[in-house]
């Protein structure tokens, strides 16, 4: 049934993990009806149009650098694979990671372990940070790791409108409607439930309705930790030339980088002023003056003459397990796959988290890269995945 005409794959949600699952599905050879259930087709409030969309191969995983590395060659590839007018207006520029006295040492290794994972960072001492970034304040720094290619962002929606748009002319159907329900039996989901009283078969069904994912396996009686939590992002200008500045990430957890002629930039909240977000777009306002600008004219002194020109809020969906994405198939119910719970990543990671899901339902197996570490069974036996490097 895998590859044949009649088999039925029904996605939830259309962003970028569910059109890059849709849009895989077809590259990889799958030739049944693929549908995309989305709930809001104007994708105003959904993650990928909020985020930051950049792109880091510093992580602390095989697994996680291999994604961000199909991700960056595909975004390098992006008019060869989209053709002549794609444009995610892709800068590729590495993040600058700052790290303590007391950290150099893991810090050096992690990088090292990066590159030998086909990643391209150096390391380097505060006098080489200055020499290169004179504006950064390196009184307090033992090290910093840089991106020396391979890093960068671009704008998550032109890349969702051209997979989106590449998906429907593989014949992809987008259905607007909200999956309210599974017909489950015999550890297999048969169809599922829309708002609107009607049902769809399926032969296999995925879900990569990002924040709302928890809340779906949920109504299956899954666990499935993953749930919206706010993060706010400041666009803002100052007298800094954002020519050749980084993404930069602070001890603090500050970061900030170019956009348009300014930056954008944040810090997340703190544990305690951090619950489950659902409903609430609101900015948290305060920690623009509480947080996150001392914090960055701390790092970067032109950053004290900050203006703020506006704030937005999105939500993560957060693996409250241990912040990585969950691929792949739930371990009692074979035809339930999961591509969510990425926590931060999710953009960089979609490429890749897509080919998984197809090569899964297409081979049942990974064909390339092996994301078994990613899979359902960690979140079933409470087993957290070590990641060293979240934000
Ligand atoms: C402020 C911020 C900054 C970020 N920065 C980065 C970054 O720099 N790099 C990076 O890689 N990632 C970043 N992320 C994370 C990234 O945005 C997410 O990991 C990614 O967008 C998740 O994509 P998704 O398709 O899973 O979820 P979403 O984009 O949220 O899409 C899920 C879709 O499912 C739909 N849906 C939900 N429930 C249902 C239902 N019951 N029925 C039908 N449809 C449903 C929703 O309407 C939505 O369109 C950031 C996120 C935020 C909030």
Known sequence: MRGSESAKVVIVGGAIMG?????????????GAITVIE???????????????????????????GMSLYGVDLFRRIREVFGADADIGFTERGYLILGRPDEIEERRAAAAMQCTAGADIVAMGPDEILARFPWVSVEDIGIGTYGQSGEGWFDAWSLLSLVRGAAKA??????????????????????????DGGTLECDWCVIAA????????????QPLPVTPRKRTVFAFKAPLDGAGVPMLFDTTGVWMRPEGEGFIGGIQPPPDQDPDATGDFEP???LLEELFWPALAMRVPAMEQLRLLRAWAGHYEMNDLDHNGIVGPHDEIANLLF????????????PAAARAIAELIVHGRFTTLDLSSLGYQRIRSGTPLAESIVY
């Open 210 to 221: 990002g924040p709302a994912s928890g809340a779906l396996a949920g109504l299956l009686g």
């Open 339 to 350: 591509t969510t719970g990425f926590s931060g990543h999710g953009v960089m990671h979609a």
């Open 39 to 65: 709930k809001d087709p104007t994708y105003r409030l959904c993650s990928t149009a909020l985020s930051a969309a950049s792109i880091r191969t510093q992580f602390g995983t095989p697994a996680n650098i």
């Open 284 to 286: 948290h306002h305060d």
């Open 170 to 195: 593989m014949g992809v159907r987008y259905v607007a409607g909200e999956v309210t329900g599974f017909d489950a039996a015999g550890g297999r989901i048969a169809a599922v439930r829309l708002a």
């Open 19 to 31: 059109s890059f699952a849709a849009w895989a599905l077809r590259r990889e050879g799958f030739a």
